[in-house]
């Protein structure tokens, strides 16, 4: 099992930056990719980063590409997620998510464990 929490999310404006953590226990050894998510209400879960544990490889969409950073602290077994230039589009809850598998990174069924999720708003 691992158990995962988040922090840091809340309302800024539009341009602003905010980051997002993620806190990591249990089994994290078994962890090949740990990722975040974001929901809008209404709207389907989307794949926002997600880092390979082992090599630090890091893969983003389009949509975020160049104002989403994800990293790893490993000696806090934590996840970081820096956003800038916040648009109010990028408005959700966030999760944070680890999977133990193989590739499938970017396709949030193929993950094991979530946390609870944070709210990140971004007025215009």
């Known amino acids: 099992q691992v158990q995962l929490v988040e922090s840091g999310g809340g309302l800024v404006q539009a341009g602003d930056s905010l980051r997002l953590s993620c806190a990591a226990s249990g089994r994290t050894s078994s962890t090949v990719y740990m990722g975040w998510f974001r929901q809008a209400p209404g709207k389907e879960r989307e794949f926002v980063a997600a880092?390979?544990?082992?090599?630090?490889?890091?893969y983003y969409p389009d949509s975020v590409k160049g104002r989403f950073t994800i990293s790893r602290d490993s000696a806090k077994n934590t996840v970081y997620l820096q956003m800038s230039s916040l648009k109010p589009e990028d408005t959700a809850v966030y999760y944070c998510a680890a999977r133990t598998g193989r590739f499938y990174y970017s396709d949030y069924r193929q993950y094991d464990y979530w946390g609870q999720g944070t709210q990140v708003t971004v007025s215009s």
């Open positions: 880092i390979r544990w082992s090599t630090l490889g890091t």
